[in-house]
């Protein structure tokens, strides 16, 4: 569990650095200085927003969001390099995926340029909270909503498009492993719904699940298809890959899976390896036959998983330095911190801190 807010605080005073103590950063919510604002009228588009103060927002308890579900969250990080670089990494994916989100629940969007511009500003506003190299990243929430009342039917005729940012540590910090419930009963996505895009609805229905397996003593939780309950699907929030001699699978994108970025980055990152990587459907017994398993996202990176139990079997793979996971996490790393040359185009740096 992430200290609280009030146990990171620390009196050390630095120009560039807010004061926190950054070898107790977990992955939790911490307030920062500021975020981003846009609204959009129904019938318009997106203007460009303004940084303000991060405050709480006020709204109307008839709002569609509220009352509705409608709304989208994505979630991407920025860097900061060793030589004093602030970098972004494919952030103009997020900002589609975005559009593609509004898209299927009927929300006006920013471009993507207007996405990435929002990115970069609360990035800079909050320069002093992006934590120093190897401690952590500034985890980046935009978020768009309909924040208009509206009761019964369309249109909603406003819409909130914010951006928030705060420091966090790795997510999972286990270096053995990630210990995973296969889900039997729950369904995380069904066919046709919201499971290929951030809907805020995708969320909360299977917290159930993910608080139970943690009370188990389980890492996350592998969620099946709805379809037949046959195949893997994801878990609570990231992907997974299956490794098996030379050929790595992944769960195909058929609207019931998140189109992860790092899983996207992933999969090519694999292919340049020598590897054949299969996008196609997942028997458990294909997993359960694995010899390496790991999962990917923003917040979990790529991490290994050391073993899951299905129907109260457990299945172990392998784990270590040895890894595909393991080599694919330090390639992927790398890139994202500026230690070697982005030959792929993915980074973005968008401002350079000197060193005090």
């Not at 290929?196 to 993910?210: D, E, R």
Request: net charge neutral; charged share 20%.
């Amino acid at each position: 569990m992430a200290p609280s807010a009030q146990s990171l605080l620390t009196s050390v005073s630095d120009e560039k650095y807010a004061n926190v103590k950054w070898e107790e950063l977990g992955f939790g919510f911490y307030s920062t200085d500021n975020m981003y604002v846009a609204k959009c009228k129904h019938g318009e588009s997106f203007q460009e927003g303004n940084i303000v103060p991060y405050a709480d927002f006020q709204i109307s308890p008839c709002s569609a969001v509220l009352n509705y579900g409608q709304g989208l969250y994505e979630g991407l990080k920025a860097y900061r390099t060793e030589d004093g670089r602030i970098m972004l990494f494919r952030p103009d994916q997020n900002g589609l995926r975005l559009q593609s989100g509004a898209h299927r629940l009927c929300m006006p969007y920013p471009s993507v340029d207007q996405f990435v511009s929002a990115v970069k500003q609360v990035v800079l506003a909050n320069k002093k909270w992006i934590p120093p190299p190897g401690r952590g990243t500034l985890y980046i929430r935009p978020i768009l909503f309909g924040s208009g009342p509206i009761l019964g039917s369309l249109p909603v005729p406003e819409y909130t498009f914010t951006v928030f940012a705060c420091p966090v540590g790795r997510f999972h910090k286990d270096n053995a492993g990630l210990n995973l419930k296969i889900e039997d009963k729950f369904r995380r996505a069904f066919s046709s719904g919201t499971g290929g895009v951030k809907s805020i609805t995708n969320y909360s229905p299977v917290w159930i699940t993910l608080a139970e397996a943690k009370a188990q003593g389980f890492s996350d939780v592998l969620f099946l298809d709805a379809a037949t309950g046959k195949n893997v699907e994801e878990l609570f929030a990231s992907n997974v890959f299956i490794v098996k001699g030379n050929i790595v699978s992944t769960p195909e994108i058929s609207g019931t899976i998140l189109p992860g970025v790092t899983r996207k980055s992933i999969i090519e990152l694999t292919r340049d390896f020598g590897y054949k990587v299969e996008e196609r459907v997942v028997p458990v017994e294909d997993l359960l036959d694995a010899e390496e398993v790991f999962c990917t996202g923003t917040a979990a990176i790529v991490t290994t998983i050391a073993s899951v139990t299905f129907k109260d079997k457990k299945t172990g793979f392998k784990t270590g330095d040895k890894t595909l996971a393991a080599k694919l996490f330090a390639t992927l790393t790398d890139i994202q911190m500026g230690r070697v040359e982005d030959k792929k185009g993915w980074t973005v740096e968008i401002d350079r801190c000197h060193q005090g």
